[in-house]
């Protein structure tokens, strides 16, 4: 145990004075392996940074990037937020329901939450602002609102979770279905209250005619997310291979509407290439942490420790969301989901807790943290896009993370809500 507070404490000191993750995950590492006497192994660090990254499974992460940054080069963030207008922007607090909406309707397409919030959240915040809504709260409603991406499939989060826990991808994206959608009813039922008090405007209701071209164009969006679980779930395609495919129908869509242009594809394949280059160095970097926490049986005894102090499984899942919660407003969810997993996995194990449950409470519990101050990447991308003060926003937020919060309690204390629908499509998990 002493060495896994070595390597942990190492690394969290030095991202609080400033040192990239990446760096900050490999030096506490490699200080680990010095304490543990493999010095003269120093080998072992480049083999264990390429045997990380040069998993397979992992290739879906920079095909799926690539495709939500695709979507977003050739326009269809516009076409899902027309259609989102269409369908409920005449309700009181319209604009703020097709926030939710729209953010719904995109997480089935990009997989991230920052892609939500630099797709849409520039659409959103002007529309909103120019009917009334303070620039805070619509600011801070559409990070709220990004928290969805994540959770309802394709996402990247997701695969990450599946390549550590060895679990299905499949089962993954089903499980999170149900939990993005409450995320979603959660702050549309928050919205709803808050109307009662505050003043919100209503949009004109659509025409039929207005209502059918928004459905029409926003099909290419909205069938997007089908044919990629489809593929995956009905054993068309790997994980990898849906990824290809939804690059692939991306491009396609772009042509049929002349919508890509040569400057937007390259630039949609630079931030892609930067951002998978990244996660990919991540995962890679941390597999030295892994190998020594395994060669050294760091997980084995803290699990012993954990489970000397806790006696129930509802005791643990609270642990672990309120410890999750906590480090995600310091942390990155991919450095914090590699260097926590091969700790908490065994004794969710021990205490009977699915998987896939499991996969949904530390996935969401991890994203509040990027709408969450003082580090939350998605509060300052928000504060870039809108021109809000990152002050104000950080304020204005608080109470819209009650809703995912009350969600997250929701899907750790009932399993069927996240296990329902993959039990239902590919029968229990044996």
């Not at 507070?5 to 990239?20: A, H, T």
């Not at 772009?254 to 949609?268: I, N």
């Not at 009977?352 to 003082?374: C, E, K, Y």
């Not at 304020?395 to 899907?411: C, F, G, K």
């Amino acid at each position: 145990m002493t060495l896994g507070f070595l390597v942990i404490g190492g690394f969290i000191i030095l991202m609080m004075v400033g040192v990239p993750v990446t760096i900050a995950i490999g030096a506490a590492s490699v200080a680990g392996l010095y304490y543990a006497g493999f010095g003269d192994q120093s080998l072992v660090v480049p083999q264990q940074i390429i045997d990380g990254a040069a998993k397979p499974g992992l290739l879906a992460i920079p095909f799926f990037i690539l495709a939500g940054n695709l979507m977003n080069a050739i326009g269809l963030t516009d076409r899902i937020f027309n259609f989102a207008l269409a369908l409920v922007g005449h309700f009181r607090a319209g604009l703020a329901y097709v926030n939710v909406l729209a953010s719904l309707l995109f997480a089935g397409v990009s997989g991230a939450a920052t892609a939500d919030i630099a797709g849409l959240g520039q659409l959103e915040v002007k529309a909103m602002r120019a009917r009334g809504y303070t620039p805070e709260f619509a600011a801070a409603l559409t990070v709220a609102t990004s928290l969805v991406g994540p959770i309802v499939p394709p996402s990247i989060s997701l695969i990450v979770y599946a390549w550590l826990a060895s679990e299905s991808v499949a089962r993954l994206f089903l499980g999170g279905i149900v939990p993005g959608i409450l995320v979603a009813i959660s702050f549309m039922l928050y919205i709803r209250t808050m109307a009662i008090w505050v003043p919100m405007p209503r949009e004109p209701r659509a025409t039929r005619k207005e209502l059918l071209k928004a459905t029409i164009e926003g099909i290419p969006a909205l069938v997007a997310p089908g044919i990629i679980l489809g593929a995956i779930v009905f054993g068309f395609a790997t994980a990898t291979e849906a990824g290809v495919i939804a690059c692939g129908y991306s491009v396609l869509i772009g042509l049929f509407y002349r919508k890509l242009k040569y400057d937007a594809l390259w630039d949609a394949l630079v931030q892609s290439t930067t951002l998978a280059s990244l996660i990919m160095m991540i995962i890679g970097v941390s597999q030295i942490m892994g190998w020594l926490f395994a060669f050294e049986q760091v997980p084995q005894a803290f699990a012993s420790g954990i489970l000397d102090a806790i006696a129930s499984k509802g005791v643990f899942l609270t642990f672990t969301i309120a410890m999750l919660v906590l480090i995600g407003c310091f942390m990155e969810a991919t450095p914090a989901k590699i260097i926590l997993l091969p700790l908490l996995l065994p004794i969710a194990d021990m205490f009977g807790i699915d998987r896939v449950q499991f996969g949904m409470v530390i996935t969401l519990s991890l994203l509040l943290g990027i709408a969450t101050p003082p580090l939350g990447v998605g509060l300052y991308l928000m504060s870039a896009v809108s021109g809000v003060r990152f002050e104000k926003l950080a304020v204005a937020i608080l109470p819209l993370l009650i809703p995912p919060i009350l969600v997250l309690i929701l899907i750790a204390s009932v399993p069927e809500i996240t296990l329902w629908l993959p039990n239902l499509v590919m029968g229990p998990a044996q």
